[in-house]
């Protein structure tokens, strides 16, 4: 049916709530086990809540309900798709995805952080992603090793 053909109050509501899709990042979708599980429940969350939308009986307000929980679930439905899991790493000796890195910083400061995929990452509790700076330039280093990031030194002083 034509738009036309429907209250205009239907229409404005129809175009506010086509969302765009989230950006999909252009590097590889690395996850670790825990965040391939994450990925697939984030999903299964987001149909839940699409389904939950769709059984709104008025049309505006699903519409407006449903826009986040489909536009989630095209999101994680790809990622979920496109995730190429890596296993843990097989040793400590140096810094890989899925190692626990601590390092010191030349201001004193001593940081620990996880390098997990992007999805995954969260440095307020303790992980990064593998194509942050500061996992770009420790991947591949080991204990002792001294990188500059931005201007600073950073020493690795363990990986787990």
């Known amino acids: 049916m034509s738009v ?17 899709d989230r950006t999909i990042s252009p590097h590889p979708n690395l996850v670790t086990e825990a965040g391939l599980k994450a990925l697939e429940l984030q999903l299964q ?18 519409r407006r309900q449903a826009a986040n929980p489909l536009r989630d679930t095209r999101y994680f439905a790809a990622r979920v798709r496109t995730a190429q899991l890596v296993p843990a790493p097989a040793s400590i ?13 030349d201001d ?10 992007e999805d995954e990452a969260d440095p307020k509790a303790g ?3 593998f194509v942050s700076p500061v996992a ?25």
């Open 4 to 20: 036309a053909f429907t209250k205009e109050e239907s229409s404005e509501t129809a175009s506010e709530t086509l969302l765009p």
């Open 45 to 62: 969350d987001a149909r839940d809540a699409y389904a939950a939308a769709s059984a709104i009986e008025d049309v505006n307000e699903r």
């Open 93 to 105: 000796d140096t810094v890989a995805f899925g190692s626990t890195v601590t390092f010191s910083r």
């Open 108 to 117: 004193g400061r001593v940081q620990t952080y996880r390098i997990v995929g």
């Open 127 to 129: 992980s990064i992603s």
């Open 136 to 160: 770009r330039y420790l991947m591949g280093k080991s204990v002792g090793d001294v990188v500059e990031a931005g201007g600073r030194e950073i020493e690795i002083v363990a990986i787990a």
